[in-house]
């Protein structure tokens, strides 16, 4: 039987008695000077293992981690890509912290200029690719079974990221996939993470403001609403209100200590808004 050249010279990533920083240490040296075919298909199918019983799964994922950021660095070819990391994503069986990774991977890959971009600068991927990987994870962020996850909220940046500074990805069919359950999230008895319904509130200022505003006017005013949707909400009609909203901002701002500074921002980036348009 052939032993892998690869798996010979990469072996020691999977010995747990080795430290994790070592490891890791090792790995980078090695494929700064040598990372072909061979070891980038290695290390695809090292990331589809579950980690060994006898290693800690914190020390795991960090190497994950750091294996994914290799990948990233070295791999070319974007079908391989963009299919080894939506099995990630789409793997049940993998430990969600290895699908949240994959997710923001997979983000900084669309859009090497995001905000949420943690690799080196690279040219967007074509695309088609990019549109089936956008619909993947939107897919994933609308899940029931991602509502306790990360999942959702780091998809939203994305595409607030991409309302931000339109590149050469179209994420406009992602959006409109996104908009049904966006709008449940605004909604009261959101089953959904109260970290992913305040991504939620973000996101609608930027992706759909004339859409939104309503349930984003509704929710930053009501008096017993949770303060952390309130502020969310408050910040975003100063992206996208009306001139109606200026005297209801400046109530919070007397009657609200804990509000009143969001709604003082809010009134002037309105009231510059409306000044700029006149």
């Not at 939203?156 to 339109?166: G, H």
Request: glycine share 4%; hydrophobic share 40%; charged share 20%.
């Amino acid at each position: 039987m052939m032993v892998d050249p690869a798996a010979s010279v990469l072996g020691f990533i999977t010995d747990p008695g080795l430290p994790w920083q070592l490891r890791i240490d090792q790995l980078r040296s090695i494929l700064s000077s040598e990372c072909g075919e061979p070891e980038i298909r290695y290390l695809y199918q090292l990331l589809e293992k579950a980690p060994l019983a006898s290693e800690l799964p914190e020390h795991w994922y960090v190497i994950a981690n750091d294996i994914m950021t290799q990948l990233m660095e070295h791999d070319t070819d974007p079908h391989r890509f963009s299919t080894n990391f939506l099995g990630l994503l789409q793997d049940t069986r993998q430990p969600l912290v290895i699908r949240d990774y994959a997710v923001q991977y997979l983000v900084s890959w669309l859009n090497p200029r995001s905000r949420q971009a943690t690799a080196v600068d690279r040219p967007a991927p074509p695309p088609e690719i990019a549109g089936q990987v956008l619909q993947a994870l939107v897919a994933a962020a609308i899940d029931p079974a991602s509502e306790q996850s990360t999942i959702p909220g780091t998809t939203l940046m994305m595409l607030v990221d991409f309302a931000r500074s339109p590149g050469e990805v179209d994420c406009s069919s992602a959006i409109m996939t996104l908009k049904p359950w966006l709008s449940h999230a605004l909604q009261d008895g959101s089953t959904l993470s109260m970290s992913v319904r305040v991504s939620a509130v973000q996101a609608a200022a930027f992706l759909a403001p004339d859409e939104f505003r309503p349930v984003l006017r509704k929710i930053a005013f009501s008096d017993n609403g949770q303060s952390s949707l309130r502020l969310p909400s408050i910040a975003a009609l100063g992206r996208c209100g009306e001139a109606g909203d200026l005297p209801r901002l400046k109530e919070i701002v007397n009657d609200n200590p804990e509000l009143a500074y969001a709604a003082r921002e809010a009134s002037a980036k309105l009231t510059a808004s409306l000044q700029a348009k006149n």
